[in-house]
Every structure is written in C-alpha cells, then in structure tokens.
C-alpha cells in the first residue's frame, strides 16, 4: 500500500495562495571534504633598504637582483598553480635575519629559499651554488661566505645579540628531519641546474648561516652567481638570464614539493 504523501505547512499555504511548489526536499548529501591548502614556498630575497649586499664590479646591487629574481620565480610558481608564494620583503626595505625566518615559520611554510648574489674574495669563480645549514662549514670559501652573510645584521638589532655558545646550542637543536629535507630540496636544486645554468665546483654546501636556521622549515640559499666575478653580474643583470634561473629554481621546487606529496600519500596508504 502506498504511503501517503504528507504535506507540510509551508508547502500547503503555498498551495492555497497559488505560488509555485519548491523542490521536494531531498536528503541532505555530505559536503565534499575541503582539499588541504596548497603548500606555501616563502622566498627570501637576500639584503635589501639599508643593506645592500655585495656591490659588482660594474656597480650592481645585490639586493635589487635578488629581489628582481624573487619576483620572477614568484611569477613562475603562481603560474604553474602547484604552490602559493610569498616573499619575505617585496620591495627595498631592510629585514633582519631573525625576522626573515620568522615571517616563514609563522605563515606555515612548506619551504624557504633564500636568493643572493654575493661575492668573493676570488673574482675568477663564477656560478650558481646551493647551501644548507649546519654546524660546521664544508670548506673555507663557505665558512666565509656565511659570516659575511650573518654579519648583515650589523644594520639592524643584531642577531638578537646572542652570544656564540647559545647559538651553537640553538643550532644544535635543529630537528634531523628538517635538515633532512633540506639536503633533499639542495640535491633536487643542483641536479636541476646541473644541465642548465653554470655551476661553481662542488656546488652543494652547507654552514651555520643563521636565515637558515629555522627548526621546522626546510631551508636553502641559493647564490644564484657571483657579484665579484664580471661575467656573473652582467648575467644576472639582464632578465632574461634571471627568468632562466627562476625557472630551473622552479623546476627544483615543484620536483621537492611533488615527492613530498607522494611520500605522504604513501603514509596515509
């Protein structure tokens, strides 16, 4: 025997006033689960306002080629569409180091990667180079390399003054599984640029710089050439040069962002 169709109020006076029935309700499906943010990549364009990093031969400031290079590779990860993007300053202004690496734990980022141009005491080396943090450095040339970078801060408030044995401990502390990460995302970074753009010998390295230092953020510097050396600064100074770096630096980023996502796929089964 068939059920008989109950009305409710609403629908019967909408019956007697000659209004147009709505829908039958129908059972309620459950809303499709929210997909999980994109991860988000902070870039960290190196020095910047009253800090203006190395200075070329022929006058280039690296703050404004690491900015310039910042906003091209910001350019290329939002077109692509498989990361969200910020930058740790977007125009000239000075940032101590402590603070760059708080703006990216505080947002939530998945990686940073610091952009520089630096020099050397050797004009004749030329080429991109990718670092790492730890607490010792894996050659002179980057022991160097990170006290100059460190010593930034002199514009500033100082690395919040602290004295070296705290910053060794602090140092010390860093989970293995960040720096792990990080040494993934370096591998990833110079394989990418192996083929592309040229590369300083041995070009995976590691030091204590202290925009590294992040507990729980994979982090990575990247000298994109040498400010000291003729050729790299005319290179960088042009932007087509620049947009082929930040698309090699693209590469390696959504290649690192990419096996992350499959390892956790993995976990979850």
């Known amino acids: 025997m068939a059920q008989p169709l109950i009305l409710s109020r609403r629908l019967m006076l909408a019956a007697f006033a000659?209004?147009?029935?709505?829908?039958?309700?129908?059972?309620?499906?459950?809303a499709p689960a929210a997909r999980p943010p994109l991860p988000l990549v902070m870039l960290d364009p190196g020095h910047g306002g009253k800090d203006p990093g190395a200075i070329g031969v022929s006058g280039t400031y690296e703050k404004h080629v690491s900015l310039a290079a910042a906003q091209e590779l910001r350019r290329q990860l939002e077109a692509s569409g498989k990361c969200r993007v910020a930058l740790t300053r977007g125009r000239d202004v000075f940032i101590p180091l402590a603070d760059r690496v708080g703006i990216a734990q505080r947002q939530g980022a998945s990686l940073f990667v610091s952009m520089h141009a630096d020099a050397l005491s050797d004009p004749s080396v030329r080429g991109a180079s990718v670092y790492t943090m730890a607490d010792t450095a894996s050659d002179p040339q980057t022991a160097a390399l990170a006290q100059r970078e460190n010593s930034v801060d002199r514009f500033g408030a100082g690395f919040r003054d602290m004295p070296p044995d705290v910053a060794h401990i602090l140092s010390s502390l860093v989970r293995q599984e960040t720096r792990q990460g990080s040494a993934?995302?370096?591998?990833?970074?110079?394989?990418?640029?192996?083929?592309?753009?040229?590369?300083?010998a041995n070009p995976a390295r590691h030091a204590r710089f202290a925009v590294l230092k992040a507990t729980d953020v994979p982090s990575i510097?990247?000298?994109?050439?040498?400010?000291?050396?003729?050729?790299?600064?005319?290179?960088?100074?042009?932007?087509?040069?620049?947009?082929?770096?930040?698309?090699?630096?693209?590469?390696?980023?959504?290649?690192?962002?990419?096996?992350?996502?499959?390892?956790?796929?993995?976990?979850?089964?």
């Open 18 to 30: 000659g209004l147009p029935l709505p829908a039958l309700a129908q059972p309620r499906r459950p």
């Open 184 to 200: 993934r995302v370096a591998r990833t970074m110079v394989g990418s640029m192996t083929s592309q753009i040229g590369l300083i």
């Open 221 to 269: 510097l990247v000298e994109m050439g040498f400010m000291s050396n003729r050729a790299d600064e005319a290179a960088l100074r042009r932007p087509e040069h620049r947009a082929r770096v930040a698309g090699v630096m693209r590469q390696a980023i959504e290649t690192y962002l990419a096996a992350g996502n499959r390892a956790v796929r993995v976990a979850a089964g």
